[in-house]
């Protein structure tokens, strides 16, 4: 067993400046130790995506490296990566079924017919799909549907997932149930994590370390009880200490509701 301390991922001075000269992500320092779960928490516009898309290959940085265990992979292609992406809209094909969406990544890497049937089914059957295995996506539910989406990442086996807000679209119960899911999924395989977020709730309930963002920096990276005990500065004290307390505040009385309700 690899220990948690080994870095999995180390980030150097990443930047991104797009052509209209705004600069999104201005040197981004950091690393994910293996199995990690970290999450990037900051409100819209601050650079979060633009840091996954880098990390995953879709956009090229300005400067700056990524080294995955060692190796520099800041030029390498999405594919040669070994990287996994959720996405908040879930980006499934909606003409395909649940089984065909899954299967696709891996016919994709040339798999026989058969292994591809097999491992799809076994995944599917993970999520507890296999009831809407022939259904289309727009005969699922949000949350259903994100489970596809989960199922068709983990079937490539990648060794990091990057979550781009996966559960924002998600009612609250949904999400309650996804997160217990995917923290059992990521020690089960031991993958790495990174997961955006702007729900301060969801980064503290699930994240081994956080890392908080503002207007295109980096403002503290810190376990949960760190960021709580000492925030950096007055930004991470307002938006996320105090946010904090308010969403707790706020699921505190949904669970007592639903628990009341229950009741009668
Ligand atoms: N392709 C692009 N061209 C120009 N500017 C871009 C591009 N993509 C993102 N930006 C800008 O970069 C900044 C950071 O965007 P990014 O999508 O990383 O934010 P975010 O933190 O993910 O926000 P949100 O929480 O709203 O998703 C924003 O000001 C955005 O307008
Ligand atoms: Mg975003």
Redesign the pocket.
């Given at each position: 067993m690899e220990s948690l301390t080994k870095e999995k991922l180390k980030i150097e001075n990443l930047c991104k400046t797009?052509?209209?000269g705004?600069g999104?992500?201005s040197s981004a320092s950091f690393t994910v130790n293996n199995g990690e779960f970290l999450s990037i928490l900051?409100?819209?516009?601050?650079?979060?995506?633009?840091?996954l898309r880098m990390l995953i290959g879709l956009?090229p940085p300005t400067s700056g490296s990524i080294y995955k265990d060692g190796e520099d992979i800041t030029h390498f292609p999405p594919s040669k990566r070994g990287m996994g992406i959720v996405f908040q809209n879930y980006a499934l094909f909606n003409n395909m079924t649940v089984l065909e969406n899954v299967e696709y990544a891996l016919k994709v890497k040339k798999e026989t017919k058969a292994t591809a049937r097999e491992t799809a089914l076994e995944y599917i059957e993970k999520m507890g799909l296999i009831e809407h295995k022939d259904k289309k996506p727009n005969e699922l539910s949000g949350g259903q549907q994100q489970r596809v989406a989960i199922a068709r990442t983990l079937v490539l086996k990648p060794d990091i997932i990057l979550f781009?807000?996966p559960m924002s679209a998600l009612d609250i119960a949904t999400r309650l149930t996804l997160r217990a899911e995917l923290k059992a999924l990521q020690k089960e395989f031991a993958i790495t994590m990174i997961y955006?977020t702007?729900d301060q709730e969801e980064a503290f309930s699930m994240s081994d370390r956080i890392m908080v963002?503002d207007k295109?920096v980096i403002v503290q990276i810190g376990t949960p009880e760190e960021i709580l005990s000492s925030p950096a500065t007055e930004y991470v004290q307002s938006f996320v200490v105090d946010n904090l307390k308010a969403k707790v505040d706020a699921l505190s009385k949904f669970v007592g509701l639903s628990h009341d309700s229950n009741k009668k």
């Amino acid at each position: 067993m690899e220990s948690l301390t080994k870095e999995k991922l180390k980030i150097e001075n990443l930047c991104k400046t797009f052509e209209d000269g705004k600069g999104a992500v201005s040197s981004a320092s950091f690393t994910v130790n293996n199995g990690e779960f970290l999450s990037i928490l900051g409100p819209s516009g601050c650079g979060k995506t633009t840091i996954l898309r880098m990390l995953i290959g879709l956009i090229p940085p300005t400067s700056g490296s990524i080294y995955k265990d060692g190796e520099d992979i800041t030029h390498f292609p999405p594919s040669k990566r070994g990287m996994g992406i959720v996405f908040q809209n879930y980006a499934l094909f909606n003409n395909m079924t649940v089984l065909e969406n899954v299967e696709y990544a891996l016919k994709v890497k040339k798999e026989t017919k058969a292994t591809a049937r097999e491992t799809a089914l076994e995944y599917i059957e993970k999520m507890g799909l296999i009831e809407h295995k022939d259904k289309k996506p727009n005969e699922l539910s949000g949350g259903q549907q994100q489970r596809v989406a989960i199922a068709r990442t983990l079937v490539l086996k990648p060794d990091i997932i990057l979550f781009d807000e996966p559960m924002s679209a998600l009612d609250i119960a949904t999400r309650l149930t996804l997160r217990a899911e995917l923290k059992a999924l990521q020690k089960e395989f031991a993958i790495t994590m990174i997961y955006i977020t702007h729900d301060q709730e969801e980064a503290f309930s699930m994240s081994d370390r956080i890392m908080v963002m503002d207007k295109s920096v980096i403002v503290q990276i810190g376990t949960p009880e760190e960021i709580l005990s000492s925030p950096a500065t007055e930004y991470v004290q307002s938006f996320v200490v105090d946010n904090l307390k308010a969403k707790v505040d706020a699921l505190s009385k949904f669970v007592g509701l639903s628990h009341d309700s229950n009741k009668k």
